[in-house]
């Protein structure tokens, strides 16, 4: 539910939104696999407006927890 939510806020422009959504779901008991995908949105908001230093935690975080992903290397 959250992950869908962030992705509307972003989808609309709301970056700002969209990082706290993901946020409040990061603290939800959820599995690493989870929290790997809504760290990479973080990111990719992060990254949206401007906050590369933020995207780039985001996303070496997102790294640690589902290094399979590919979509974390492009």
């Known amino acids: ?3 869908e939510l962030g ?11 969209a990082i706290r959504t993901f946020e ?3 603290k939800q008991p959820e599995n690493d696999i989870a929290d790997a995908e809504l760290l990479k949105q973080i990111a990719r908001s992060h990254s ?3 906050e590369h230093d933020k995207a780039d935690e ?3 975080r997102s790294c640690l927890l589902q290094p399979s992903d590919a979509d974390l290397y492009y």
Do not use: I, N, T, V
């Not at 806020?9 to 709301?14: L, N, P, S, T, V």
């Open 1 to 3: 539910l959250y992950l």
């Open 58 to 60: 985001a996303f070496e």
């Open 7 to 17: 992705r509307g806020q972003a989808e609309r422009g709301d970056h700002r939104g």
């Open 48 to 50: 949206a407006r401007g």
């Open 24 to 26: 409040a779901a990061l």
